[in-house]
């Protein structure tokens, strides 16, 4: 888990840790451990608040959770959903798992209560706004 | 059972030998044309009795400028990513940049009993499925014992 700040710092491991997690598959003898994919996402902060998009092709929005637990954290967790035909057998993969989950830590600053969540086109974009008090006031100088 | 992501055949356990293999030593032979492994967008293809099907994991592309062709046995996928945050104003800060934009381009050799004619291609919720017919003659057939 990681804060947001600290994602700019970390990307190169974050992006190695996508790709093996790409590859990897559920292992025949772990039928209750379920792997997950991390999904590729944006982040940018301006004055108003943070905006965060996330890659989730397939997903649809009754399988997407998108939640801040007490413990601060934000939480984004989905299922991916392609109909194929029936009979179909699997010839090459480079998506091995449908689930999706990432969390981030928020720091209290955002005003959770107004997070708002889009989905389209696979896409999720999320704005978390910063509380009121939080944002970034110019301070006038008085001279005499 | 029909299943997109978890094959268990022969065929991707080898597949997904080989990817480890290259990730180590850099480079078995593969494809001319197969991309570097975490290309975007992502690929899957299964094959049924009548069809192939192709699935790119596409999201945020815009269909007007989606591509697909068939040229020869060869189906590519091309189109263009727009960066999210196009509006970026002088304060804003990025922190992660991980999904893909830019121009892209895959290519996928399809196999000999391919009919080129029996192509449709569908876009939805970001992934693209493209369902490649299979010519009558290649089907499977039953043989009746005499």
């Known amino acids: 888990m990681q804060s947001f700040k600290e994602q700019a710092m970390n990307d190169k491991t974050q992006v190695a840790e996508r790709d093996q997690n790409a590859i990897a598959r559920r292992a025949g003898d772990q039928p209750t451990r379920r792997m997950t994919l991390t999904p590729a996402v944006d982040v940018f902060e301006d004055s108003r608040g943070i905006t965060l998009w996330a890659d989730l092709p397939g997903v649809t929005r009754d399988k997407l959770d998108v939640k801040v637990h007490d413990d601060g954290n934000l939480y984004i967790e989905a299922v991916a959903v392609v ?45 978390l706004p910063r509380r009121d008090e939080a944002r970034p006031r110019q301070i006038e100088v008085q001279t005499n | 059972m029909s299943d997109l992501y978890s094959g268990t055949d022969l065929f991707s356990e080898f597949d997904r030998l ?11 032979p593969s494809s001319i044309r197969s991309s570097r492994f975490g290309a975007f967008p992502q690929i899957n293809i299964g094959t049924t009795d ?23 046995g060869l189906l590519t996928i091309s189109g263009e990513r727009k960066p999210a945050q196009s509006d970026a104003g002088d304060d804003t800060r990025t922190y992660a940049q991980e999904r893909f934009t ?28 493209v369902s490649v017919g ?13």
């Open chain 2, 50 to 72: 009548d069809s192939i099907e192709i699935v790119a994991f596409a999201p945020g592309v815009d269909v007007a400028g989606l591509d697909v062709a068939i040229d020869r």
């Open chain 1, 83 to 127: 109909p194929t035909p029936t009979g179909l057998r699997l010839q090459h993969a480079e998506i091995g798992e449908p689930r999706f989950a990432r969390t981030f830590s928020l720091s209290p600053d955002f005003d959770t209560s107004k997070i708002f969540a889009n989905l389209q086109n696979g896409v999720l974009k999320l704005t």
């Open chain 2, 102 to 129: 830019g121009p892209f381009r895959r290519a996928i050799e399809l196999p000999q009993n391919a009919d080129p004619d029996k192509v449709q291609a569908r876009y939805t919720n970001g992934c693209l499925s």
């Open chain 2, 18 to 28: 080989q990817r480890q293999m290259e990730s180590l030593f850099g480079g078995l």
């Open chain 2, 134 to 146: 299979k010519r009558e003659s290649s089907k499977p057939k039953a043989i009746t014992v005499q």
